[in-house]
Every structure is written in C-alpha cells, then in structure tokens.
C-alpha cells in the first residue's frame, strides 16, 4: 500500500502517521490549504440574530475551529438557546471539545445526505438556519433546508486555496513513486487532481484505486474515467484508515 494523501493539514500528516503505524507508505500532496473566511466578523452579530431553537450547522472541524476562536477573541459564547448541528461525529466531537456546548451529527456518515436524514430535520417552517462554512459548498443541505421550511443563511469561517504544483514535475514524481491509492474526501479536491492530471499519464492515474467520501463523489470521479473508486464510510482519518487497509472494499 503506497497512498497520496490530498487532504490539507493537520489531518493530512496526522492520516500519514497512522498509515506509517499500521506498516503502510503514504506521501502528502495537498491539493488545499486553509485559511479565515472572508465573513467572520460579522459571525457575532449573526449568531445574536438567531431565536431560540434556530440552527447552526457546522460543516467542517475547520469552520468550528475559526468560529470558536472568533468569537473568543471577541469575548462571546456559543448561545445555549440555539440547535447545534455537525455535519458528522468528527466534527460533532470536536465542537463539543472545545466548546463544551452539545451538537447533533447523524451517527453513520458524514455527508449532507446522512445529516439531512435526522427525524428533527424533516419540518423545518419558521426556523432560521445558519451554515458556517468554507467558500463555498454544500448547496444541497441548504437547499434541501429551504425546500423544508428554513430561512437559510451562510457565515464564510474558512478558506480553501488551492494549491500549486508544477503539471509535470506533479505527474512524474507520483508516477515514479508507484502509487497504488490515493485519498480524495471533497469534490474540489477531485476536480484539483483531475485538472493536474497530464494526458500522456491519464490511463495510470485511472487505474489507481480512489478513496472517496461520500457516494456523489465517486459518481463523479466514475464519470471523470477514474476506473477504482472506492467510498469510505466516512470523512474521519480512522474511517479513511479503515478503508485502505480493507480487503474487501468491493472495487
């Protein structure tokens, strides 16, 4: 097992440790760095516009790290009046962690679909909805939020920028280390990679196995020509793990 992590840090060297752990080779090529979104000073005044029981989903365990230290740094505190919402356990854990505040995370996966499937949910008339997350993404949760009776309104708490690498240098350099997995856990990391993709080494690349996050994900890679996509059970590095030292992963 030789796998190319893609995911940004720390979570991607902390995925490398444990791979190295478990007798495995894995490299770092993240397709993503992190940084504060564009809309965290106005994070304050937009959680104090909630009503009690409103929502506050939080989609990454970035967008609760840069919110929880915003509103630290402004002396505030996560309401105990709103309904908290993670995108998944990791995340749910993470800002309970920190926070000390209680959150809700569908207990299997970590995508839109799973968190939409919570039986509180469902009928949503009259409640505000607040998405704190990166630049862009999840269009379908709030949709689907709307399409349920919420008001819906996103707070930008980080920013992926991606990352550059040299087209060739990329290419030969994954192709000389002889590859077998690589780890995918967004759709913008996907197209990044397709993108770096050079079509002289397309058909080896497609022939790697693919790891992915969630379903609609490796709809997309199978539509892109990737040709061993595999899905995790979750985002989590111990899912992610999991997966890649299975044997049976039916791809």
């Not at 495995?24 to 965290?40: K, Q, V």
């Not at 402004?74 to 309904?83: E, F, I, V």
């Not at 350099?173 to 397309?202: C, F």
Request: glycine share 8%; charged share 25%; aromatic share 8%.
């Amino acid at each position: 097992m030789r796998v190319l992590i893609t995911r940004p840090e720390p979570s991607g060297a902390e995925l490398i440790a444990a791979i190295h752990a478990k007798g495995g080779e894995a490299f770092a090529a993240p397709l993503i760095e992190i940084g504060p979104g564009a809309e965290l000073d106005v994070l304050g005044s937009r959680l104090h516009q909630l009503d009690e029981n409103d929502l506050v989903f939080l989609l990454s365990k970035n967008a609760v790290w840069y919110a929880d230290l915003t509103l630290k740094r402004a002396g505030l505190n996560w309401s105990d009046k709103l309904s908290y919402y993670g995108i998944g356990r990791s995340t749910g854990q993470y800002f309970e962690e920190i926070t000390g505040s209680t959150i809700r995370w569908p207990e299997h996966g970590e995508t839109s679909e799973a968190l939409l499937s919570l039986p509180e949910l469902q009928f949503l008339e009259g409640k505000r909805a607040l998405l704190l997350r990166g630049n862009g993404g999840r269009e379908l949760l709030a949709s689907t939020l709307r399409s349920r009776g919420a008001q819906v309104e996103y707070c930008e708490c980080y920013t992926r920028y991606p990352v550059k690498y040299d087209k060739a240098e990329f290419n030969q350099k994954w192709v000389n280390a002889d590859i077998t997995d690589i780890v995918i856990s967004s759709g913008q990391m996907l197209a990044l990679l397709n993108e770096l993709i050079a079509e002289n080494t397309k058909e080896w690349w497609f022939k790697r196995r693919l790891l992915v996050v969630s379903e609609r994900i490796a709809d997309q890679a199978r539509q892109d020509g990737w040709q061993k996509v595999c899905v995790a059970n979750s985002a989590d590095n111990n899912a992610l793990l999991e997966a890649l030292i299975s044997t049976d992963m039916g791809c």
